[in-house]
């Protein structure tokens, strides 16, 4: 059971690159989330799902978009990447079955040059 | 709307001593409220739940908290620090209906020897 996952452990990009940063749970779980950790700023959500198929903004969506095509699965994309992404990323996800307690990923340490 | 309030950001103890950490909490329903830690370089793994059964609640590690629904509080406390306790810690809120968690700004613990 590896619990949440994330691919890939660190990036380095340029601006204006894209790239897909990609979740996987073996949980079951039906809600699905993304942070973004800055140092001094905590965890700040920026999108979440709440079952396949679905996704809501968070607090900071601006510059990211995410799918859900499978329920084990979700997807956060950077189109045109900016230096004020630089951040670690984190994925989480829960269950009602388990009072909404997250489970989370290791992170993903983006670098935007 | 919810939200947490972590007192200090930053919070240095010495070997041995207790450990309290603070988490005030705004909510207009009772919430449930969660404690998690972040060792250096890994993502949260919870230390602690409430769920509106018993107010005292013990965790892993020796941690424990006390939902106190007068003072709107949720301090997290250990009453021998260890150094394997350094770490940043995070208390976060969930009110009842909602999907998501709110998260503080997290305080870093530093344990003396």
């Known amino acids: 059971n590896a619990g949440v996952t994330q691919t890939p452990k660190f990036r380095v990009l340029k601006t204006g690159q894209s790239m897909t940063l990609l979740c996987a749970q073996d949980?079951?779980?039906?809600?699905m989330y993304w942070y973004r950790q800055d140092p001094g700023m905590g965890l700040r959500l920026i999108h979440y799902s709440v079952g396949e198929g679905t996704t809501a903004k968070g607090e900071v969506p601006d510059g990211y978009n995410v799918s859900r095509l499978k329920k084990q699965n979700f997807l956060l994309g950077l189109e045109s990447a900016a230096p004020s992404q630089t951040s670690v990323y984190f994925c989480?996800?829960?269950?009602?079955?388990?009072?909404?307690?997250?489970?989370f990923g290791p992170g993903t340490r983006l670098t935007v040059t | 709307a919810q939200s947490v309030t972590q007192l200090g950001s930053h919070v240095s103890v010495s070997e041995g001593a207790l450990v309290l950490l603070r988490c005030n909490y705004s909510s207009s329903v009772p919430p449930y409220l969660f404690w998690y830690v972040q060792y250096p370089n890994q993502g949260l793994q919870l230390l602690l739940k409430y769920t509106s059964a018993a107010t005292l609640v013990k965790g892993i590690n020796g941690f424990e908290a006390e939902f106190k629904k007068s003072e709107t509080s949720f301090h997290l406390t250990k009453p021998s620090a260890h150094m394997s306790d350094a770490a940043e810690y995070f208390c976060?809120?969930?009110?009842?209906?909602?999907?998501?968690?709110?998260f503080g700004q997290g305080t870093r613990l530093t344990i003396n020897p």
């Open positions: 989480a996800s829960s269950d009602p079955g388990t009072n909404y307690e997250q489970y």
């Open positions: 949980m079951n779980h039906e809600y």
């Open positions: 976060a809120v969930r009110v009842q209906g909602a999907q998501k968690l709110v």
